[in-house]
């Protein structure tokens, strides 16, 4: 059985701003695209309309519909942040590290070595953890300049 066409009626200032996020200025795709959805429906056009427009899947119609319909404005358009995975060293760890690999390298090399920078940081107790493998190292310093 075919879902019955339900349309949102959009707030004279969510048009507006539906509209110059889609018009104006750079954001992200998704957004856009939400935006757009949310711009068709409330012009009229039908699910397979604005499937066949903004070529995405009825799901993802439905969805940010819904989203609207149940969350509002904002949360249909903008993701919520996501919790991912905690930083396993500090800002204060990396700013020793970085420190560390600014300052003069110990007597016998030419430069700091990432390896060389790893089993520094162990020896003078800047990581919590008692370890830190040189690629980690790599990319504390990849961050700055």
Request: proline share 4%.
């Amino acid at each position: 059985m075919a879902r019955k066409h339900s349309f949102i009626k959009l707030k004279d200032s969510e048009f507006e701003e539906l509209t110059t996020l889609v018009n104006v200025g750079t954001h992200p795709s998704r957004e856009i695209r939400r935006a757009r959805i949310l711009l068709l429906n409330h012009q009229g056009y039908t699910s397979d309309q604005v499937v066949d427009i903004l070529r995405c899947s009825k799901l993802t119609f439905y969805n940010i519909v819904n989203k609207y319909k149940e969350e509002g404005f904002d949360n249909a358009i903008i993701d919520k942040p996501r919790s991912g995975r905690p930083p396993v060293y500090s800002g204060k760890e990396r700013a020793k590290v970085t420190a560390l690999a600014c300052s003069d390298a110990p007597k016998g090399y030419a430069k700091w070595s990432v390896r060389l920078l790893a089993h520094k940081a162990v020896e003078l107790d800047y990581v919590n953890n008692g370890a830190i493998c040189p690629a980690t190292i790599h990319r504390i310093l990849k961050k700055t300049t």
